[in-house]
């Protein structure tokens, strides 16, 4: 703490920014909590109608238990791509003796593409009629039984709005990891070697645990950013064909601003925010767990 | 810390070099990974090839051609139909109006918040934290109904404010957090001969920790620019009108603009919207690399 500094300074310092806060996020969140016990169509007065919304969420509306199936499929692939893929490159990146500046720089690419220039891409990637680059490199290494509408069949949809998530981000957590990977102490891994340990047990017993909180870290940044997924499965298909491609995002966004349910639309809303915490809650509990065993 | 490792690494290296055979695998081994690398990147990077390839073809070319081929014939006619049919000029500006007042709010904001915090600290300050920590888990969706309805309320929809304010407001708490986590760096004896020498909190932000800010300042603008310059759910919800859409929104208009979609015209024009950002992030990749992996493993 500063010796010289009154009451005052430190309001002017923390009000504003705390104001902007407050307005922006603080302040909604109350309000969609509010909003979450009424029926409101933003027109006629409002309703209160107690727990209603969240008994019918819960016991009535089947949209809304196929869409929170989809967000963890979406989840899952999306683990899948951008921690695993994350980890496999870093960890080959340190082998590699030079290149790694470059390697970082392309793989972090996508990252900066926005997503609705990533669906228009996708969309043509995925096509079957012209024949896009999926469909044209299964033909090319001879799947081409596998060639399919990847956006209309109704088995493949989820993935392939999945897929792109993943694809855009993994290069940030490698980079993440990488870092991390780096600042393994080279003592560590000389003697364990020298004490004749496989690569892959070095890696297991002396890399990964030293790098556990920065892995706790990405695991709930990716977590937190794949359960708020709305861009791409909105554009690409909006959560279609059905509800084959319906997060719980978008089941919102189209409840609010289509069906102007704001009510309800809020109920949602508060829903994938407790997912969120519980999603981080256990990721602590299973990480943190692992750690002291 | 450096001069202190020295010797203790040197040591391994006073045995004898490795037998010849074990040489020989490890080069193998480099070798190997090597080549999965450069795969996995020409896999991760091929998209974004392609796309710039296809905005120099010709349409007949993009129609009849095979995705994987290189063009017949290099043009840069899609351009030309790319900027006559959007607003692609008008969507540009409005995303560095957004981008520039949103980047002011989290730099100007974010250091007075953590010098708050970190610097001058106060009872309370824990509490402080975890309110801004909210910020950070909890997904901008949940904004997105309230904010409707208090603009509405106050006249801001339809203006550049209204995308402003979320962008500005979800990016603030990491944007602290980066900054405290500097803050805690520079020494407290810095502060206590300043103080010393009589100056007051005001002078001691504006002449030291403002200017010792800098590297970290680069660092929160690119990091923040890449996701606000791409923000597509706060745009498409609270702006209408086509004078004030962002590069995301002028794309999407591509496809209803001309029926047909003029995939061509289109991927010139996402070539284009891409471009600043790409230009930066090369340019200032370092930082920006430096940034994104440090400000992971503190957080």
């Known amino acids: 703490m500063l010796p010289n500094r009154s009451r005052l300074s430190v309001l002017i310092f923390l009000v504003p920014p ?24 933003g027109v006629t007065d409002m309703q209160f109608v107690g727990l209603g919304n969240y008994i019918y969420m819960l016991t009535g ?124 102490p080279q003592e560590l891994e000389e003697a364990a070697k020298l004490d004749g340990a496989s690569w892959w047990q070095t890696f297991w017993r002396i890399k990964f645990p030293h790098i556990r909180p920065v892995w706790i870290t990405t695991t709930i940044i990716a977590t937190t950013y794949a359960l708020r997924g709305f861009d791409i499965p909105y554009l690409l298909t909006n959560g279609g064909p059905g509800q084959a491609s319906e997060l719980l995002t978008t089941y919102m966004y189209k409840t609010a601003f289509t069906s102007t349910d704001y009510g309800y639309a809020s109920t949602i809303a508060v829903f994938v925010v407790i997912e969120c915490l519980v999603a981080v809650g256990l990721i602590l509990l299973l990480l943190r767990r692992k750690a002291d065993a | 810390m450096t001069t202190t490792m020295a010797p203790r690494r040197s040591a391994p290296r006073l045995s004898p ?15 190997l990974t090597s080549i999965v690398v450069a795969l996995i990147v020409v896999v991760q990077v091929y998209p974004l090839a392609w796309l710039f390839l296809t905005s120099v073809r010709t349409e007949q070319d993009f129609a009849n051609g095979d995705p994987f081929g290189l063009p017949t014939g290099f043009t840069l006619e899609n351009y030309s139909r790319a900027f006559s049919t959007g607003n692609l000029a008008l ?64 006249n801001l929809l339809d203006t550049y404010q209204s995308i402003i304010i979320p962008l500005a407001g979800f990016s603030l708490p990491m944007s602290i957090f980066l900054f405290s986590s500097f803050y805690e760096y520079i020494p407290r004896e810095t502060y206590e001969a300043a103080s010393l020498d009589g100056a007051g909190p ?4 504006a002449q030291i920790t403002f200017p010792l800010s800098l590297n970290t300042i680069v660092t929160v603008v690119m990091v923040n620019s890449i996701f606000i310059w791409n923000d597509f759910i706060f745009a498409n919800t609270f702006v209408l009108s086509d004078g004030l859409k962002t ?46 992996s440090s400000g992971g493993s503190k957080g």
């Open chain 2, 91 to 154: 969507n540009i500006l409005n995303s560095f109006i957004v981008t520039s007042g949103a980047i002011v709010l989290i730099v100007v904001l974010g250091m007075m918040a953590a010098y708050a915090l970190q610097v001058l600290g106060f009872r309370g300050s824990k509490f402080v934290r975890g309110l801004f920590l909210i910020g950070i888990v909890v997904p901008v969706q949940i904004a997105l109904v309230p904010l409707f309805i208090d603009y509405a309320a106050v």
């Open chain 1, 61 to 184: 509306d089947t949209v809304f238990w196929t869409a929170f199936l989809n967000t963890l499929g979406y989840l899952v692939i999306c683990l899948i791509l951008q921690l695993g893929g994350a980890l496999l490159v870093a960890s080959l990146l340190t082998m590699l003796r030079r290149g790694r500046e470059l390697v970082k720089t392309l793989y972090l690419l996508p990252a900066v593409i926005s997503t609705v220039a990533i669906a228009f891409l996708f969309q043509r990637i995925y096509s079957l009629e012209p024949a896009g680059l999926l469909n044209r490199g299964l033909e090319l290494i001879g799947l081409g039984g596998l060639q399919t509408a990847w956006l209309s069949d109704v088995g493949t949809v989820l993935a392939a709005v999945s897929v792109p998530e993943g694809w855009r981000f993994t290069g940030l957590y490698m980079l993440i990891i990488y870092a991390a990977l780096l600042a393994v």
């Open chain 2, 17 to 31: 070099q490795p037998p010849l055979r074990q040489h020989r695998r490890l080069n193998v081994h480099r070798t």
């Open chain 1, 18 to 41: 705390l104001l902007l806060y407050a307005v922006a996020v603080l302040l909604p969140i109350l309000q969609s909590l509010f909003l979450s016990f009424f029926q409101w169509d």
């Open chain 2, 202 to 205: 005001y002078r001691i932000f």
């Open chain 2, 247 to 292: 590069i995301p929104l002028g794309l999407q208009n591509y496809i209803g603009a001309m029926g047909k979609v003029d995939w061509t015209a289109t991927f010139a024009a996402v070539c284009v919207s891409i471009t600043p950002l790409l230009l930066a992030f090369l340019v200032l990749n370092k930082a920006m690399i430096y940034g994104l």
